[in-house]
């Protein structure tokens, strides 16, 4: 340690010039995944030992890459952090111990070029020219989530030399009218380091107006050094003998230009990383990569269930990061959307809702920073993994429904979009904590109600269950999609005898009740259909005030076999001569899947439907029933009533 602590120190006191500085941001930006004082000890130890570092991780990341280093290698020492659980002197201990930095140990990774195997992608940049449409999308987004609005076509009067400036009182960032491709992207990043660092309340924001200068010109150095842009020209005069030589100046400022530069080229990395996947495989995508191909790629189960306590410390994080988000400025359509639906900010709070940014690795490196490692955060569903191995945030620009336990213990998330494109609710993938067809949305709050009234409302949605919360119809639970399964029917017998279905009055949530008919006659509950209006869900008549309404048809509801024997009564045409006989052999053909009460109230339904004696239809239901039993079986629940 003492050793590293010399060359350390010994790297650092040679920036004292331009040129010093230049040269240290080039190789921070080669190596941005590591801190400032790692990159140089990189550098310095890789440079002695007469190489020049390109790309630099760990033995077991290379291994799980493909490449295996070297007999007799030896590694490059750096500084990994050691977080630990800690008892704070004083304060009440609570059930989430406080997690701190303790102190450092020295580890080694190595450079690809000490390695043998697989072959790994080109990620160096390529010089770029032009408009640099899909780079200059990303940080234009990165601005805007922060809550700035951007101007691109302001006036040289206004801006007089510059050619940007942020204004922190109104939230609003403008650059100079006709800027090249090259030199807006330059300088949107410029922007965007002085709104990440500089906010009036940010930490450690210096005094000195040409240290922060420096700082948000080497961040937009940094950048355009990663993606191929040489900004050598225009930036070094802003940070020419700005040191001074003062160590422990050039330290601060260092970390903080690291840290705001990592995120945002990790952002221009995974977009570009995700576009050249999405390209190989062929998509028609001309532009980006789908939100929807994204979660695809993310279906299968992330399962490590072997450290199941660490994955539930993983998700509560997960929550309270996205609960903190909801409440910050790049929320704000989330919140007017919560609004909308006429959501209390109480409401909010009671079922911890939160948002998640649009950005690709703000959840991940949080999580990070609370030293949980990436294998933990994969497992617990909040991450994907890119085909290099890099994590991004799952949740993108959506309102988070965090999906708890009966108990109320967190399990899984759940998102709904607000900014960008994409599916518009999206669950988790499954873990080993989660499995959607497990679980019942806000059953933990409703389980009281519920046995009280001997009857569960089931929905669809997490609004609809929240929204009938919130109107004090506090038995509704959800099924987070359409399909009801049999684990959370059992869920429900525990404590009702009977459910209602209300599934929203479209063709979609109607087509479930059908699907899973079967499951639900089988489920030793009495079922009731409630028939909502057509394109109407129960938030949806709640946020118009009508509760009473909504009461109304969730007590009028319909047995499950009279639903089913109406569905069938919609095909046909009632006022022809084949239409009756049609629709009474439709239900003949699947009378076996009913209970001995249900088929005589089914009788006495089509008699009274089809204006006919009661005797005549049950003679015939029981004739054509017979009919279809002397012929082979089929699996008929599948097929439409």
């Given at each position: 340690?003492?050793?590293?602590?010399?060359?350390?120190?010994?790297?650092?006191?040679?920036?004292?010039?331009?040129?010093?500085?230049?040269?240290?941001?080039?190789?921070?930006?080669?190596?941005?995944?590591?801190?400032?004082?790692?990159?140089?000890?990189?550098?310095?130890?890789?440079?002695?030992?007469?190489?020049?570092?390109?790309?630099?991780?760990?033995?077991?990341?290379?291994?799980?890459?493909?490449?295996?280093?070297?007999?007799?290698?030896?590694?490059?020492?750096?500084?990994?952090?050691?977080?630990?659980?800690?008892?704070?002197?004083?304060?009440?201990?609570?059930?989430?111990?406080?997690?701190?930095?303790?102190?450092?140990?020295?580890?080694?990774?190595?450079?690809?070029?000490?390695?043998?195997?697989?072959?790994?992608?080109?990620?160096?940049?390529?010089?770029?020219?032009?408009?640099?449409?899909?780079?200059?999308?990303?940080?234009?987004?990165?601005?805007?989530?922060?809550?700035?609005?951007?101007?691109?076509?302001?006036?040289?009067?206004?801006?007089?030399?510059?050619?940007?400036?942020?204004?922190?009182?109104?939230?609003?960032?403008?650059?100079?009218?006709?800027?090249?491709?090259?030199?807006?992207?330059?300088?949107?990043?410029?922007?965007?380091?002085?709104?990440?660092?500089?906010?009036?309340?940010?930490?450690?924001?210096?005094?000195?107006?040409?240290?922060?200068?420096?700082?948000?010109?080497?961040?937009?150095?940094?950048?355009?050094?990663?993606?191929?842009?040489?900004?050598?020209?225009?930036?070094?005069?802003?940070?020419?003998?700005?040191?001074?030589?003062?160590?422990?100046?050039?330290?601060?400022?260092?970390?903080?230009?690291?840290?705001?530069?990592?995120?945002?080229?990790?952002?221009?990395?995974?977009?570009?990383?995700?576009?050249?996947?999405?390209?190989?495989?062929?998509?028609?995508?001309?532009?980006?990569?789908?939100?929807?191909?994204?979660?695809?790629?993310?279906?299968?189960?992330?399962?490590?269930?072997?450290?199941?306590?660490?994955?539930?410390?993983?998700?509560?994080?997960?929550?309270?990061?996205?609960?903190?988000?909801?409440?910050?400025?790049?929320?704000?359509?989330?919140?007017?959307?919560?609004?909308?639906?006429?959501?209390?900010?109480?409401?909010?709070?009671?079922?911890?809702?939160?948002?998640?940014?649009?950005?690709?690795?703000?959840?991940?490196?949080?999580?990070?920073?609370?030293?949980?490692?990436?294998?933990?955060?994969?497992?617990?569903?909040?991450?994907?993994?890119?085909?290099?191995?890099?994590?991004?945030?799952?949740?993108?620009?959506?309102?988070?429904?965090?999906?708890?336990?009966?108990?109320?213990?967190?399990?899984?998330?759940?998102?709904?979009?607000?900014?960008?494109?994409?599916?518009?609710?999206?669950?988790?993938?499954?873990?080993?904590?989660?499995?959607?067809?497990?679980?019942?949305?806000?059953?933990?709050?409703?389980?009281?109600?519920?046995?009280?009234?001997?009857?569960?409302?089931?929905?669809?949605?997490?609004?609809?269950?929240?929204a009938a919360h919130q109107a004090g119809i506090n038995n509704v639970i959800g099924t987070s999609g359409t399909a009801?399964?049999?684990?959370?029917?059992?869920?429900?017998?525990e404590s009702a005898q009977s459910v209602v279905l209300a599934f929203d009055g479209d063709s979609g949530g109607l087509?479930?009740?059908?699907?899973?008919?079967?499951?639900?006659?089988?489920?030793?509950?009495?079922?009731?259909?409630?028939?909502?209006?057509?394109?109407?869900?129960?938030?949806?008549?709640?946020?118009?005030?009508?509760?009473?309404?909504?009461?109304?048809?969730?007590?009028?509801?319909?047995?499950?076999?009279?639903?089913?024997?109406?569905?069938?009564?919609?095909?046909?045409?009632?006022?022809?001569?084949?239409?009756?006989?049609?629709?009474?052999?439709?239900?003949?053909?699947?009378?076996?899947?009913?209970?001995?009460?249900?088929?005589?109230?089914i009788a006495k339904h089509l008699a009274d439907r089809l204006g006919r004696d009661l005797h005549e239809v049950d003679?015939?239901?029981?004739?054509?029933?017979?009919?279809?039993?002397?012929?082979?079986?089929?699996?008929?629940?599948?097929?439409?009533?």
């Amino acid at each position: 340690m003492e050793r590293l602590h010399e060359q350390l120190q010994a790297s650092l006191a040679t920036l004292v010039t331009s040129e010093d500085w230049k040269e240290a941001l080039e190789v921070a930006a080669r190596f941005h995944g590591y801190s400032f004082a790692n990159t140089q000890l990189i550098w310095a130890q890789a440079q002695a030992s007469g190489f020049t570092p390109t790309r630099v991780t760990g033995y077991r990341t290379w291994r799980s890459l493909g490449r295996q280093v070297r007999r007799g290698e030896k590694g490059l020492t750096i500084l990994a952090p050691i977080v630990r659980n800690v008892a704070v002197e004083g304060e009440v201990p609570t059930e989430e111990p406080e997690r701190r930095l303790v102190g450092f140990k020295p580890v080694h990774v190595f450079d690809i070029s000490q390695t043998d195997g697989e072959p790994l992608p080109d990620t160096s940049p390529v010089l770029l020219e032009g408009e640099l449409p899909g780079r200059w999308e990303v940080i234009a987004r990165l601005i805007s989530d922060a809550g700035y609005t951007l101007d691109l076509e302001a006036d040289v009067a206004r801006l007089g030399s510059a050619n940007g400036v942020t204004n922190m009182t109104d939230r609003h960032v403008a650059l100079k009218e006709g800027l090249s491709g090259a030199q807006r992207f330059k300088t949107g990043v410029h922007e965007l380091a002085h709104i990440r660092l500089h906010q009036p309340d940010s930490h450690g924001s210096p005094d000195c107006s040409g240290i922060i200068e420096v700082e948000a010109e080497s961040v937009a150095y940094m950048v355009c050094a990663s993606v191929g842009l040489d900004s050598t020209d225009y930036s070094l005069p802003y940070v020419a003998s700005w040191s001074g030589g003062d160590i422990e100046k050039v330290t601060a400022t260092a970390n903080r230009v690291i840290g705001c530069a990592h995120d945002i080229i990790e952002s221009l990395e995974l977009k570009r990383e995700l576009e050249r996947t999405t390209i190989a495989r062929g998509s028609v995508e001309e532009v980006g990569v789908s939100d929807r191909q994204i979660w695809e790629s993310a279906a299968e189960p992330n399962l490590l269930p072997q450290r199941t306590n660490e994955i539930e410390d993983v998700v509560r994080a997960a929550v309270e990061f996205y609960r903190n988000q909801l409440t910050r400025p790049v929320a704000g359509k989330a919140r007017t959307y919560l609004a909308s639906r006429g959501f209390h900010e109480a409401t909010c709070e009671a079922w911890q809702l939160g948002y998640a940014p649009p950005s690709w690795n703000a959840l991940t490196q949080h999580l990070r920073s609370q030293g949980l490692d990436d294998e933990l955060v994969f497992a617990a569903g909040v991450a994907g993994r890119a085909e290099s191995g890099r994590l991004y945030d799952l949740m993108r620009g959506r309102i988070i429904f965090p999906v708890l336990d009966e108990h109320g213990e967190p399990r899984g998330l759940a998102g709904r979009q607000i900014v960008g494109n994409g599916p518009k609710y999206v669950n988790g993938p499954e873990t080993s904590l989660y499995a959607k067809r497990e679980l019942l949305y806000g059953l933990n709050r409703a389980s009281d109600a519920i046995a009280s009234a001997g009857e569960a409302v089931v929905v669809e949605g997490y609004t609809d269950v929240i929204a009938a919360h919130q109107a004090g119809i506090n038995n509704v639970i959800g099924t987070s999609g359409t399909a009801i399964t049999e684990r959370q029917l059992a869920l429900v017998r525990e404590s009702a005898q009977s459910v209602v279905l209300a599934f929203d009055g479209d063709s979609g949530g109607l087509q479930a009740i059908e699907n899973n008919s079967e499951t639900l006659q089988q489920s030793g509950l009495d079922i009731r259909v409630a028939v909502l209006p057509s394109d109407q869900d129960p938030a949806s008549l709640l946020t118009a005030g009508r509760v009473l309404q909504l009461s109304q048809i969730l007590d009028q509801g319909d047995p499950l076999a009279i639903y089913l024997v109406d569905r069938v009564l919609e095909r046909y045409d009632l006022d022809g001569v084949e239409g009756p006989i049609r629709a009474i052999y439709k239900t003949a053909s699947v009378l076996g899947q009913f209970r001995p009460a249900d088929r005589s109230l089914i009788a006495k339904h089509l008699a009274d439907r089809l204006g006919r004696d009661l005797h005549e239809v049950d003679s015939m239901l029981e004739q054509y029933a017979q009919q279809g039993r002397s012929r082979p079986r089929r699996d008929l629940h599948r097929s439409s009533l």
